[in-house]
């Protein structure tokens, strides 16, 4: 259910509009004719899934063949790194 109420009766009645929303109803505020702000229930779980929490994994595992930390053995392996 939406509603649309100006801003002087919503200020007016503004616990009765939280009331509303929280019912579950979208509010709209209008300046004159033009909507500017939807009032809608807040869930506490949107801001909990912005952010990654600290020491859980985010993505998948970084492999790596066995030979990535083998020292470079020629002048050929050496040129393809930029070393001479």
Not at 15 to 33: F, M, T, Y
Not at 60 to 83: C, I, K, M, R
């Amino acid at each position: 259910m939406k509603k649309t109420l100006s801003t002087h009766e919503a200020k007016t009645h503004l616990s009765k509009v939280i009331e509303e929303v929280l019912a579950g109803a979208e509010v709209v505020i209008c300046r004159g004719k033009s909507p500017v702000v939807k009032v809608v229930k807040y869930h506490q779980a949107d801001e909990e899934n912005a952010r990654p929490k600290v020491g859980i994994a985010t993505s998948a595992p970084v492999t790596y063949n066995d030979d990535a930390f083998a020292p470079l053995s020629n002048a050929q392996d050496l040129e393809s790194w930029g070393v001479k």
